[in-house]
Nanobody, 115 residues
Framework: QVQLVESGGGLVQPGGPLRLSCAASGFIFRIYNMGWYRQAPGKQRELVARITAGGGTEYTDSVKDRFTISRDNAENTVYLQMNSLKPEDTGLYYC?????????WGQGTRVTVSS
């Protein structure tokens, strides 16, 4: 049974950092591309960053140069280091495979950027 457990969210002031983690189980993590997605209030879920099985990364334009996605295949974990956070980064953050698999979303971790 696939499980994805996100953690690390919280309330942070604009300009601050947060590091999100996603612990994966139930599938062969190292062979899959993974992604971080977010759903801002009143908006559809969007892909924020993705990392291939080989470690290649891509980011949506709004987070380039601020966010860094990484993975630890020994720990079956994918991370999202978020720096210089902005109020528009507020939302519920999820990890999933890339492309995402319907029905395999975790509970997400909430990020609120506010002063």
């Amino acid at each position: 049974q696939v499980q994805l457990v996100e953690s690390g969210g919280g309330l942070v002031q604009p300009g601050g950092p947060l590091r999100l983690s996603c612990a994966a189980s139930g599938f062969i993590f190292r062979i899959y591309n993974m992604g971080w997605y977010r759903q801002a209030p009143g908006k559809q879920r969007e892909l924020v960053a993705r990392i291939t099985a080989g470690g290649g990364t891509e980011y949506t334009d709004s987070v380039k140069d601020r966010f860094t996605i990484s993975r630890d295949n020994a720990e079956n974990t994918v991370y999202l280091q978020m720096n210089s956070l902005k109020p528009e980064d507020t939302g519920l953050y999820y990890c999933n495979r890339y492309p995402y698999v319907i029905g395999q979303w975790g509970q997400g971790t909430r990020v609120t950027v506010s002063s």
